[in-house]
């Protein structure tokens, strides 16, 4: 585009008649990836001659021409810029950064920073040296701009390391020299002027982001070290030139003074935290590094910290991120006892006239809670902004102090406080709202302290006499914010042991009912405090005294849904998560009312989120209020889960939730989506055809990007299968068997999937033939191919290599002829996978327990899938195998009696055998859960399949914990969800042995003949007690036939 033209262009961005604007944007995106398009835009940018608000414009167009066109290394879109002009461009950069005026420059500056993360160094060699030549001259423009560069550079490597962090060692080497004296002279200056605090600032950037993950050589010297520090120290007690602070509040923090201090502080803190113990550095450098810092260093920046509190005393103002380092630093100083000693002279003055204000309710409170209480609640309740809280920081060393200095300080503390609220209580209702606001202060400081006064006895006792006394009047202060710092406070303290128990007795039961009551408080922020109190208080009460409290809970459902009505709000929605939890029994007659309103509370959220659109910020407190929404769903599917006739009413309203995120929509919220669908599709009667529409749409999901959630995922997949196997087999529009087999092929044959979710597709396999044993025949030689390839492969992750095994064992069950068949027609299969298995099941650890398959179902599904081999007439069977058949012989009879102790661990040790049907729901639903071998179980897990659903996830394929420990049912009911679930792996064995003993005896001669005395004997064994376990379960069915 011409000159002329581009100009014209760039006017017409700015042409209030909507038409001419949208030609010229038009124009300038039609013509972006023209040759010297880029250029133009540069050199208008920084034509001095130019109209301002058109060099804003085209340095605007720049920074998105850069931003769309420049590709690099890393990008799979091509440059649409040419290499001529890149160059052209690299070229006129730093001269451009260095003339630009201010509003110019910050657009020029992000272009930089695109250029130097794709070009620097292989592209743009001649950086560094422009950049020394800029820290040299003499021109503070020119050394604005050399420093900009300079941060770029250092930014980009901040988090690399080893190879990747050459060439930030390079740059430090090269320019850090030249750094330290412009730090010093710049610091002696006496200009108050914002630019000196802005290079002052760049400075200390470039040095955050040079030292991030480890300290340069060059700065381990003592020299180095105290130079910097010298510098850093003299940055943090300059005076500010405060008479040229912005007079208005919502500026000052941003005031460039206060953000170069809040730099200095910065580093000091994470020096101090990362480098003030010797003994836990690992790198020689990093060990030389801490040993001068901690000697020299840490003692004159706390005194630089102290300093900049000092004016804090005597009413001076300081931004809240610069004290909320200073505390930082301040907390950190109380772990070692050189800095400890200087900090507790200055105790007595500083907690009352320094920390204790901070933690009371102020000015700027009182204006948001008045002003914009939904803001209020917002920054009280936001996680990150605890993260630059003044008042997080001073509760945090607080905290600190009493925990690991309490001599002498906890009990002056307390003391103190429990002094403000007896002042405020004696004062009664006259109580003047400067009183009112340090009792605010002193009920944080008690709260704050709450776990460290609960484990000391002598405060234990006095716990509850002080709430009575002074947070229980708290509940009808005049004061909004100590209303609902009572609630807060007793929230602290619900779980303490009462004067009748834990969750028990009077003042339990009154502060509750209080907290309770102040959910109908006018003031929006006690309302919130209180339902979180609430939630509190029925943690902390027992089981058996749950249905003591029942008769409150259709009022705090009612309250706790019209409060979500007027915010949404995480913690809110996890009390009626609780209320709902511990209530479970209760829920049935308002499941469909809950369900109703959390759906629309969804939809509502979500529709929130879509009008802001992709350009606005983030809303985290709706995100975070819908996942708890999602959370809360699955509380109630679960509470109702003995009520199956509910769950078609409850799947009509979320089923439109369900619809939408399982596609791309859903990545924030995916695993809770297959948590809901995991209980619809398990405790409902009937999966529906629209449930059955969400099948292939899980499957897309996984294999175009929810890889990671495959765990999640296989849950509901296991559902759909087991629960429903006719529609699963049945189906062709679409064919879910064959879409289940592609999504198997390929994770198993794929490159680059997490090894933790790959073992899920041999799990799915397994749910395959188990399920449809003699339906799926055409599955068997595919699914033994991929296993095979995927053995080759040599994966080192124990999980898989054990999953893949057993996958093979249930195609060895499912039909030894077929998958016998299928193994002989590939060359060297047969011999890989039993050699495979025969090493895995051989192999031991300590004690001479089995060191793969730690979990029992695993071993019985390789015992049946072995001893299915052995089943198989001497005909059909490949020499291979029946050369082989007394080492198969005895891998299935150390499998069993591998089975079998751990039963006996399960049962308490009493060599008691549960009953293997019994508990079949349970092991099915864990699938290969439990731990491992050797772990202590030394009582059975007694829970129901209430909390099958749950447990899924978290404990499927764990090979950290014992079998032993596997889920057990305590109620006697089979819960038969496979028909492998259903056969005794030990009867099977002797069964197979005793036929074959009939039709083959040569058979069992010549298996008996390769096996050495003891290997002989533990199979006697093992058909005698098989044979047992047959007449015991024969006379079992008598029984019961007789007593009905």
Not at 275 to 286: F, K, N, S, W
Not at 447 to 469: C, F, I
Not at 664 to 684: A, N, P
């Amino acid at each position: 585009m011409e000159r002329q033209h581009l100009v014209a262009a760039l006017a017409g961005c700015m042409n209030p008649d909507h038409t001419v604007r949208q030609a010229a944007e038009h124009a300038l995106q039609s013509a972006r990836a023209a040759p010297g398009q880029l250029l133009g835009l540069l050199h208008v940018s920084l034509d001095p001659g130019m109209d301002p608000a058109v060099r804003q414009v085209a340095a605007i167009a720049f920074k998105n021409s850069v931003k769309e066109g420049w590709g690099g290394e890393d990008e799979e879109r091509p440059a649409l810029v040419g290499p001529e002009e890149k160059g052209a461009v690299r070229d006129a950069m730093f001269a451009g950064l260095v003339a630009a005026p201010g509003a110019v420059k910050r657009q020029l500056r992000e272009s930089a920073r695109t250029m130097v993360y794709a070009d620097y160094p292989a592209a743009w060699p001649g950086l560094l040296n422009s950049i020394g030549e800029g820290l040299v001259s003499q021109d503070q423009a020119r050394l604005d701009g050399a420093l900009s560069m300079l941060r770029l550079i250092a930014r980009k490597y901040e988090f690399k390391d080893d190879v990747d962090r050459l060439p930030l060692v390079q740059m430090v080497q090269a320019t850090f020299p030249l750094l330290l004296p412009i730090f010093q002279s710049l610091l002696s200056s006496d200009s108050a002027s914002l630019e000196l605090a802005e290079l002052l600032k760049l400075i200390c950037k470039v040095y955050w982001s040079s030292t991030y993950m480890e300290i340069p050589e060059l700065m381990t010297h003592p020299d180095a070290i105290r130079a910097w520090m010298s510098c850093f120290q003299t940055l943090i007690m300059r005076p500010l030139p405060l008479d040229q602070m912005p007079s208005d509040p919502d500026s000052r923090d941003a005031w460039q003074w206060w953000k170069t201090k809040k730099w200095a502080l910065h580093i000091a803190y994470r020096m101090f935290n990362r480098y003030g113990t010797p003994d836990m550095c690992t790198e020689a450098g990093d060990v030389a590094f801490a040993t001068v810092f901690r000697r020299d260093w840490a003692l004159p920046l706390l005194r630089a910290c102290l300093h900049e509190l000092s004016g804090v005393a005597a009413g001076q103002y300081i931004a809240g991120r610069v004290c909320n380092m200073v505390l930082q630093y301040l907390t950190q100083a109380l772990a070692f006892s050189h800095t400890w000693k200087e900090l507790k002279v200055t105790l007595p003055s500083l907690l009352p006239s320094v920390i204790f204000p901070m933690l009371c309710f102020s000015e700027s409170d009182a204006e948001l809670w008045q002003e914009n209480p939904h803001e209020y609640i917002r920054k009280g309740y936001d996680i990150i902004e605890d993260l630059h809280s003044t008042k997080t920081a001073a509760m945090n060393f607080l905290l600190e102090l009493c925990k690991s200095r309490p001599k002498g300080n906890l009990d002056a503390l307390v003391q103190h406080m429990v002094g403000i609220l007896g002042e405020f209580r004696a004062a009664g209702p006259g109580a003047d709202l400067a009183l009112a606001r340090r009792a605010d202060g002193a009920c944080l400081a008690i709260g704050t302290l709450s776990e460290v006064l609960k484990q000391k006895a002598r405060y234990a006792a006095s716990l509850e006499p002080m709430l009575l006394q002074h947070v229980v009047p708290l509940f009808d202060s005049p004061h909004g914010h100590l209303r609902a710092k009572a609630c807060w406070l007793a929230g602290a303290f619900a779980d303490i042991s009462f004067q009748d128990g834990q969750g028990k007795g009077p003042t339990f039961t009154a502060l509750l009912h209080r907290c309770v009551r102040s959910i109908a408080d006018p003031e929006l922020p006690v309302r919130i405090d209180a339902s979180v109190a609430v939630r509190a208080f029925l943690e902390a009460v027992e089981m058996e005294d749950l249905p003591l409290f029942k008769d409150l809970v259709p009022s705090l459902l009612t309250q706790f849904l019209q409060l979500s009505q007027e915010i949404d709000n995480e913690d809110l929605t996890f009390s009626l998560e609780t209320v709902v939890e511990r209530f479970s029994d209760e829920m049935a007659p308002y499941a469909l009312g809950l369900t109703t309103h959390l759906t629309q509370q969804f939809w509502r959220i979500v529709s929130e989120e879509d009008a802001a659109g992709a350009g606005e910020e983030e809303d985290d407190e709706g995100a975070l209020a819908a996942y708890g929404v999602l959370r809360t769903l699955s509380t109630i599917l679960d509470s109702v889960s003995g009520v199956p006739e509910l769950y078609p009413q409850l799947e009509e309203l979320v089923f439109p939730v369900l619809h939408r995120y399982t596609s791309t929509d859903g990545q924030d919220v995916f695993e809770e989506i297959m948590q809901i669908i995991t209980y619809l599709t398990f405790y409902g009667k009937a999966i529906s055809p629209r449930m059955w529409s969400l099948y292939p749409r899980m499957l897309e999901c996984l294999n175009e990007w929810a890889i990671d959630y495959f765990e999640e995922v296989l849950m509901p997949l296991d559902n759909y299968i087991s629960q429903d196997t006719e529609t699963f087999l049945n189906t062709r529009d679409p064919d879910l068997l064959a879409l289940t087999n592609q999504t198997l092929e390929k994770v198993l044959a794929g490159d680059g999937y997490p090894v933790d979710q790959v073992v899920c597709a041999p799990r799915l396999m397994g749910v395959v033939l188990q399920t449809c044993r003699g339906r799926v025949d055409a599955c068997v030689a595919p699914y033994l191919g991929l296993i095979l390839r995927r053995l080759a492969r040599g994966d080192a992750d124990e999980d898989l290599h054990s999953a893949l095994l057993v996958a093979a064992a249930d195609a060895l069950y499912y039909s030894p002829a077929l998958a016998l068949r299928a193994l002989a027609a590939q060359p060297g299969a047969l011999a890989a996978l039993f050699g495979a298995l025969g090493k895995a099941v051989a192999a031991t650890r300590a004690g001479g327990r089995m060191a793969a398959f730690p979990s029992r179902r695993d071993k019985k599904l390789l015992a049946l899938g072995l001893t299915a081999v052995l089943s198989t007439p001497e005909a059909d069977t490949p020499p291979e195998i029946a050369s082989a058949v007394g080492q198969l012989a005895a891998a299935v009879v150390r499998l069993l009696l591998a089975v079998k102790r751990q039963e006996e661990e399960a049962a308490g040790g009493g060599g008691a055998r549960e009953r293997e049907g019994e508990d079949a729901g349970a092991a099915r639903a864990s699938g290969d859960e439990a731990d491992s071998e050797g772990a202590d179980g030394d009582e059975a897990n007694t829970d129901s399949d209430d909390d099958r659903v749950g447990r899924y996830g978290a404990t499927r394929g764990d090979s950290d914990v014992s079998d032993s420990e596997e889920d057990w049912w305590s109620d006697g009911e089979a819960e038969v969800s496979s028909p492998v679930d259903a056969v005794d792996p030990f009867i099977y064995f002797g069964e197979v042995l005793g036929a074959l003993g009939t039709s083959q005896p040569q058979r069992v001669a010549a298996i008996q003949a390769t096996m050495d005395e003891g290997t002989r004997a533990a199979i006697q064994g093992m058909t005698a007690y098989a044979a047992q376990l047959q007449q015991e379960k024969l006379e079992a069915a008598a029984a019961a036939a007789a007593a009905h």
